[in-house]
């Protein structure tokens, strides 16, 4: 009895220890199903995120390419209407035809920084530069150049025809750098004329963008500082065969929009070498010079960071006003213009741009209409005077070589009648050799 009660006990024990491998086998088998669930599951929990996120992307994405076309289409329907109404308006003295580059007013966000102590030692040596016997003996060349000689039109092209500099339309292309363009062309025109004819090099827009540390940047930026800089630091040469050629994009449009600039300016940079295909001097024997630089027009400059402190700077025409105990009316501060352009070549000019002006085509130039101007202003805009002329009205107009390329306007060149701008505080600059 006792060994079958043992053989029982152990069948029991052995069939007992069955059972429980088996349940955990089947409990590992459960949970490894559950897991397994649990994964697919989750799995497409994520597939259905992804998706959800695919399509709220494109949805997203589609809904901005819409609103891009549309703020697109309202654009050129608003821009069509503008050129419409110049070339419909029979007091209009310009035509325009639409350029699909051309953009409305709007903000685009610059942010301007400047060293104050660096900008303030720019206006020092301004000031001395319009005390020295120099700039005396100029001022004294201009006042004893007659009105009455002055011609009704001129051209710097023609009166200096070996200066092929002066017939250069540059491109400014994705960089606001048309401050810098200017003065570089005024450099290289006057750097010519004073040469006779024997320097016919384009002095370098890229030494100005990128080591001048205040002139300014791809959002803007002062001639006047350019032409300060050119004195103090000179200038290499530029072109696409010189020292530092211009590197920015200019496959933006014509002109590039304001919001390709940030762009530019993100790749901005010094380099104080010459390209690699240039052998006719290293950087620093390439420099050229000028004596002194100055502005023609009464200004101010800013100076704080935050752009509220300004400070008055010497100008001719701001002596001639000193002089004669009066303020020279628009005439004659114009002549005063004039005779320097006449005498001694080029000078900047900077000046509001409204959307219009944009496409330009002929004519002499005039914001039209003249109601709403303000709110049309794009942006202020620095350009190369090279003459002036008069209408067949008998009003006047500047000669102007514009920086958005040789395809733009009249050649690359626009003719524009000031009178309903003047009260902005347009600027002219440049500098003697």
């Not at 384009?202 to 002139?215: K, M, N, T």
């Not at 620095?382 to 102007?400: F, M, N, P, Q």
């Not at 009178?419 to 505080?425: A, I, L, P, R, V």
Request: net charge neutral; with cysteine.
């Amino acid at each position: 009895m006792r060994e079958e009660d043992e053989l029982e006990e152990m069948y029991n024990d052995k069939s007992g220890g069955g059972n429980a491998e088996r349940t955990t086998f089947e409990t590992r088998n459960r949970k490894k199903r559950i897991a397994y669930g649990a994964a697919i599951i989750l799995m497409g929990i994520v597939c259905l995120f992804f998706i959800g996120l695919i399509v709220w992307g494109s949805f997203h994405l589609y809904r901005h390419y819409v609103t891009d076309v549309h703020d697109k289409r309202e654009s050129d329907e608003y821009l069509r209407k503008l050129v419409r109404q110049v070339n419909d308006s029979p007091d209009s003295t310009w035509k325009a035809k639409f350029n699909k580059f051309g953009v409305k007013n709007r903000s685009y966000g610059f942010t301007y920084t400047r060293n104050q102590t660096a900008v303030e030692e720019y206006v020092e040596h301004i000031r001395k530069f319009f005390e020295s016997e120099a700039m005396k003996r100029h001022l004294s060349e201009i006042e004893n150049f007659k009105d009455s000689e002055i011609p009704s039109s001129f051209d710097a092209r023609i009166k200096w025809p070996n200066c092929p500099t002066i017939s250069n339309v540059p491109n400014q292309g994705g960089c606001g750098s048309c401050f810098a363009v200017a003065a570089a062309g005024v450099a290289s025109d006057r750097a010519c004329i004073h040469s006779n004819g024997t320097f016919k090099s384009l002095l370098s827009v890229e030494d100005i963008i990128g080591c001048c540390p205040v002139c300014g940047n791809c959002y803007g930026g002062d001639p006047l500082k350019a032409l300060t800089y050119w004195v103090n630091q000179g200038l290499v040469t530029g072109g696409r065969d010189g020292c530092r050629p211009y590197s920015f994009d200019l496959s933006c449009g014509v002109p590039c929009s304001p919001a390709t600039f940030k762009e530019a300016e993100d790749k901005r940079t010094c380099m104080r070498r010459c390209q690699n295909i240039y052998y006719q001097n290293r950087y620093e024997e390439d420099k050229h010079f000028a004596s002194f630089a100055y502005s023609m027009y009464p200004r101010s400059m800013t100076v704080s960071a935050d752009g509220k402190e300004r400070v008055k700077v010497p100008t001719v025409v701001g002596h001639f006003n000193e002089k004669t105990g009066k303020t020279l009316n628009t005439t004659e501060y114009r002549n005063i213009i004039k005779k320097e352009i006449l005498l001694y070549g080029p000078t900047t000019m900077a000046f509001p741009v409204p959307e219009e002006f944009l496409h330009y085509s002929s004519g002499v130039f005039r914001p039209h209409p003249l109601d709403g101007f303000d709110d049309r202003i794009v942006y202020w805009h620095v350009v190369r005077l090279i003459g002036w002329g008069e209408s067949d009205d008998g009003k006047h107009y500047w000669l102007a070589v514009n920086s958005f390329g040789a395809h733009w306007g009249d050649n690359g060149l626009f003719k524009i009648n000031t009178d309903d701008m003047e009260k902005y505080g347009l600027e002219y600059e440049t500098a003697v050799v």
